[in-house]
């Protein structure tokens, strides 16, 4: 199991979600990790009988809520602790130093720092990664509404100093707002995961992310998932 990190205090849940989606599609077993202090997925995820902590299923994704660690979810699961689990890739949500080194996140395959431009989400993002034991290599992804390098330039000025390591090959901007949020929240009450009707900007964005996790040589079938996810009503 390759895991994912999506670092920061920007509300991230959903975006995860939808990167989940793409990668169920393409024919890979996912469980998201929701590990944030306010556990969103609590309450936008359907459950039939909620507990503090539980594992359900939605979507075809298993999604994980008010677990600390790894070794917790194998015990409510039933999975010898020594055993590994059948997930091809486990996608993570931190809001804190704390869950960041509970999972292990310095080890994993990709670590995104997740961020818009106001000075909350940006300097309460940047106390997580100051907070790192050690530099930590990072790659953007930024929720702008007019995509300025200017913005971009800022965040590197102001994380000078910080135990990131930026990605400055690549980086995600995500439109803020073209409509996306309205679609988000009306699929959330009908319960599903529908992008047929994201932006196109917002679609690209999900599909340079999954291509990024899963390696360019899957961008055929990144497409592919995309095609069938574009006809689900």
């Known amino acids: 199991m390759e895991t994912i ?32 202090s306010i556990q969103k997925a609590k309450y936008i995820v359907p459950v039939i009988n909620p507990t503090k902590s539980y ?43 704390q869950n960041f080194e509970e999972f292990h996140l310095k080890n994993s395959k990709r670590n995104y ?49 910080t135990k990131a390591i930026w990605n400055e090959n690549y980086r995600v901007y995500i439109p803020f707002d073209n409509g996306d949020q309205s679609i988000i929240v009306e699929n959330q009450r009908v319960a599903k995961i529908g992008i047929r009707r994201l932006s196109n900007l917002y679609r690209e964005s999900l599909y340079y992310i999954a291509v990024d996790i899963l390696g360019d040589n899957k961008e055929a079938e990144v497409k592919k998932a995309f095609k069938i996810l574009e006809k689900e009503v």
Request: a negative charge; glycine letters at 6%.
């Open 5 to 36: 990190g999506f670092i920061g205090c920007y509300d991230k849940i959903d975006l995860i979600l939808y990167v989940a989606k793409v990668l169920t599609t393409v024919g890979k077993k996912v469980l998201v990790i929701d590990n944030t």
């Open 55 to 97: 594992v359900t299923e939605f979507e075809k994704i298993d999604i994980s809520v008010g677990f600390s660690s790894f070794e917790e979810i194998k015990k409510f699961l039933g999975i010898p602790q020594e055993k590994e689990f059948e997930y091809d890739f486990c996608l993570i949500d931190v809001d804190s130093n």
């Open 113 to 161: 720092f997740v961020t818009s431009f106001d000075l909350y989400s940006l300097k309460k993002g940047l106390e997580i990664i100051n907070e790192f034991k050690e530099p930590v290599k990072l790659t953007k992804i930024l929720y702008s509404k007019d995509i300025l390098k200017e913005e971009d330039d800022y965040l590197n000025y102001i994380s000078l100093g």
